[in-house]
């Protein structure tokens, strides 16, 4: 089949790119390469099945219509990922999560792409009332822009399937580590071990428990939405099971073979709207057979071994200047 | 206190204005008059304390913080208020729905007005799992742009509580009725026996059941939200029960003195995205002393009576042409 994947240059993107190449598929991959990055597509772009267009969405008006004719389904992966700084730029998480999704339902429809599946986040649950997680639980209240510009999306999304008949997956996803991985927790202690191997400031006291999903699980799935027809609704990724930032700190500095002290700059959270305690429950995916093949802790460790051996991803502009 | 009320010139926002102007406040009503009415604010024209603007929020940019410049609330009711019609132009509910919400709410933050209140509507429910519905009920799914902009709304107004510190009330509101109502099935109804008195064709199958409230009882809770600081957080707005359309169409004969043949077009909702029964949990306002003063039945009566009162709302243009 023919797919379009928005935020192709992106760290999870350009792994669905790499993957659907690999299986056979053609491959349209968008991206404005705010967050993207060109090195990331070194191998999809030898193959003569794969095309890229630079381009950013919320703008990109009726020209988004001719980039998806001819498409059978398209994988939604463009977005503002970041959760923490979304008060530096509050339009953004509207515009590149609303509006670009937006865009992007309403090519499907008029375009007559069967088939959509969205990266939508475990955020949208907010400070959680049961976990772990299920996809029903009670109706949640939203704690940063970034969880509500995915929940937004995600509205859209079922508006759509409901009244334009598109198929529709929407994943929500805990944080996702892996190859390509660019921001993040994981990033940000490689950095500042770098910088500084004696001392690691940790945001928040410490007591913040997080679950983490390996990118290779995460391709799985969404390759797995693209042919299962069970997978139309919504279902959370990950894996089931939590780490305390403490001891996702322990195992970074153990691999980069460093012994620091840690800081910790207080308060039971990380930041304005930070969710202390994330844990989705994943049966719902599971009991469709779908199974992540890594541990928090591989996928921790996976991530640390791909930034060493990727040392120009540690001299990106950090996020918050990316504004 | 000043009050900014955002579709001012509409059905709910005209009696939210006089209502506000009648307890002592200043208003400054906003309005882009594309369903609202000049002569909804007869009365309020004449009050010192009431300004009119006439302006489009998606479109306002940074205006429309000098518009709210030295309020110290805003009630925002400004919106594409028709769930029926939004695939008329899919559009019109992010512009208008999502995309001016961020703009009030942004105008708040940078110009510090600190009580934000906002009607939403059970169709954020979807085809609810549990009815009556509570606030709480389980993650819904959405089946309309109407309620997916709606729902895009109220998380963006929960993360600048959580982000920006915002004193935020939203409310689910059931469908309203009362003096100034210009769209819905009372209308619709009345319209159509003004035509033709013998025969009254009904969207469905007849077996839809829906609440309706009374548009005095609204405004009581809004005026509540604007002085009572518990009213922080979501709020259902409903009387505590529901009615057939099809009792609902009776009581309109009844109080027009017809009695036509009922038709049905069939299928057990009146349109895509159509909830079949809507019954919202009153318990939570309830809880903290609001109490709605009429029943469906007297809301139902009281809003033919006053289509009668005011034959021009019934010439008004079809809110289908009005796109």
Known sequence: MRVTVTGGAGFIGSNVVDRLLGAGHEVVALDNLSTGHRPFLNEAVKHPAFRFEEVDLP?????????????DAIVHLAANADVRFGWDDPDRDLRQNVVATHRMLEAARREGVPRFVFSSTGSVYGEAAVIPTPEDCPFPVQTSLYGASKLAAEGLIQAYAEGAGLRTTIFRFVSVLGARYTHGHVIDFVRALRRNPRVLRILGDGTQRKSYLDVHDCVDAIAMALDDDRLNGTFNLGVDDSCLITESARWICERLGVDPAFEFTGGDRGWIGDNPYI???PRRMQALGWQPAYSIRSSVERTVDWLVSEPWVLDLPDPRRHA
Chains 1, 2 share one sequence.
């Not at 990109?60 to 001819?70: E, H, P, T, W, Y």
């Open 59 to 71: 703008e990109a008006g009726d020209d988004v219509g001719k980039l998806v004719r001819g498409s």
């Open 279 to 281: 844990h989705l429950d």
